[in-house]
């Protein structure tokens, strides 16, 4: 099947996890978990779980290292870390700055415990980014690249359909080096 479009490799909407933007980071965990473990065999794990509203539209997006991020509140304090890493402060002084204030102290359990009263809608992506069901996969490429991202929400229109992941796109471009590499010896092998 040729792919051309980033809806003809996305996931669809209604394949992709879900929580309200009522949920606790404790039922985000708990609905990765589930998606992993019914995932098709072949398909790389989710790991990004949707953020609906009240009337079941998607309003953004939480993937592990938000999830995560989440259940430290005071990372908040430096605002975002990426930046100050773009912006040339060192990673010394930015590692002497989470040092100082004791990020992470604690039982595994304890840090467990704080998914139960973390709302999803204090940590959550909003949508801000997002690709057209008709752009072009190397739109989508250029797209997550400038990102940052693993995975961007695809729309129609103003209406989510899916998810554009970095898995299936790396699994597509193996699939496109093998056959290549396949078809360039087929073709030094002939006289």
């Not at 590692?95 to 999803?120: C, H, N, P, T, Y």
Request: aromatic fraction near 6%; hydrophobic fraction near 45%.
């Amino acid at each position: 099947m040729q792919l051309n479009t980033v809806g003809d490799l996305m996931i669809p909407l209604s394949e992709c996890p879900k929580v309200s933007t009522d949920a606790t980071l404790e039922e985000v965990f708990l609905v990765l978990d589930e998606a992993q473990r019914s995932s098709p065999i072949g398909r790389p794990h989710l790991r990004v779980v949707l953020v609906v509203d009240q009337q079941g539209l998607v309003v953004g997006k939480l993937g592990y290292l938000a999830l995560l991020r989440g259940l430290e509140p005071r990372y908040d304090l430096f605002g975002d870390l990426e930046l100050l890493a773009r912006a040339g402060v060192s990673q010394e002084l930015v590692g002497s700055m989470l040092e100082q204030f004791r990020f992470w102290r604690g039982s595994l359990e304890d840090i467990a415990g704080r998914a139960a009263s973390i709302k999803v809608s204090s940590v959550m992506h909003p949508i801000e980014d997002y690709l057209e069901h008709n752009a072009s996969i190397a739109h989508g490429l250029h797209r997550l690249i400038m990102s940052q991202t693993l995975s961007l929400l695809v729309k129609d229109g103003s209406t989510v359909v899916g998810l554009f992941r970095l898995a299936e796109l790396f699994t597509e471009l193996t699939a496109q080096v093998r056959h290549t590499k396949s078809a360039k010896l087929e073709e030094e092998r002939r006289p």
